[in-house]
């Protein structure tokens, strides 16, 4: 997968270049934030966030999900490692924005996120990393530290010769009493990883 465009990124956070990759099934580009820090074709352990375009979260600051304290945190952390984001365009675990607005009427009906979805007739989660690894291997890294608390992120890249997750850093930001049964159930259901407590 190459970029089909790359630009400077100045943020709040730090700078940072933007690369817009192409999308088959999206309109939108999938993007990856690099670093200004990041070094193309390093040997050292690469901090990576893998995160999945959420507009309510990412745009909107939801208390519903961990996602834009997730973003923010990853964004402040990349920055000060030389690490890279990846953006990818799969809003609400792939369902995209209207069925998971609809998904979210569910959860105040009492089903959790994962019932949600599979009652509005889409998998429990739709995503795939697949793109990611392709940028990742575009921008030539080796070694990643992975910053999440989903076991599912790290399996993406069990079979994945050129890549090796090397370490995984827990992302534990966000909690908001709107958001105790959201991540209770990525607990439960998916195995996410919350430090001590899990
Ligand atoms: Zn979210």
Same mark, same amino acid.
């Given at each position: 997968?190459?970029?089909?465009?790359?630009?400077?990124?100045?943020? &709040?956070?730090?700078?940072?270049?933007?690369? %817009?990759?192409?999308?088959?099934?999206?309109?939108?580009?999938?993007?990856?934030?690099?670093?200004? &820090? !990041?070094?193309?074709?390093?040997?050292?352990?690469?901090? #990576?966030?893998?995160?999945?375009?959420?507009?309510?979260?990412?745009?909107?600051?939801?208390?519903?999900?961990?996602?834009?304290?997730?973003?923010?945190?990853?964004?402040?952390?990349?920055?000060?490692?030389?690490?890279?984001?990846?953006?990818?365009?799969?809003?609400?675990?792939?369902?995209? *924005? #209207?069925?998971?607005?609809? %998904?979210?009427?569910?959860?105040?009906?009492?089903?959790?996120? !994962?019932? +949600?979805?599979?009652?509005?007739?889409?998998?429990?989660?739709?995503?795939?990393?697949?793109? +990611?690894?392709?940028?990742?291997?575009?921008?030539?890294?080796?070694?990643?530290?992975? *910053?999440?608390?989903?076991?599912?992120?790290?399996? %993406? !890249?069990?079979?994945?010769?050129?890549?090796?997750?090397?370490?995984?850093?827990?992302?534990?930001?966000?909690?908001?009493?709107?958001? &105790?049964?959201?991540?209770?159930? &990525?607990? *439960?259901?998916?195995?996410?990883? !919350?430090?001590?407590?899990?």
């Amino acid at each position: 997968m190459k970029p089909i465009v790359e630009s400077r990124l100045p943020t &709040k956070y730090g700078g940072f270049k933007i690369l %817009a990759f192409e999308a088959d099934v999206e309109q939108m580009p999938h993007l990856a934030l690099v670093s200004d &820090k !990041f070094i193309k074709g390093t040997e050292k352990i690469v901090h #990576v966030r893998v995160h999945s375009e959420c507009m309510t979260g990412d745009v909107f600051s939801s208390s519903r999900c961990d996602c834009g304290e997730q973003l923010a945190s990853s964004m402040m952390h990349l920055q000060k490692e030389g690490g890279i984001l990846i953006y990818l365009r799969q809003e609400g675990r792939g369902i995209g *924005l #209207v069925e998971k607005l609809k %998904a979210y009427n569910l959860q105040d009906a009492g089903q959790d996120t !994962f019932e +949600a979805n599979v009652n509005l007739g889409h998998p429990e989660d739709g995503r795939s990393f697949v793109p +990611a690894i392709e940028i990742l291997k575009y921008l030539n890294v080796k070694s990643i530290n992975l *910053l999440t608390n989903n076991p599912d992120k790290v399996r %993406a !890249f069990d079979d994945v010769d050129d890549i090796n997750v090397i370490d995984r850093m827990p992302l534990e930001v966000g909690l908001d009493p709107e958001n &105790k049964d959201y991540l209770e159930a &990525k607990r *439960l259901v998916k195995g996410h990883l !919350f430090g001590a407590k899990s």
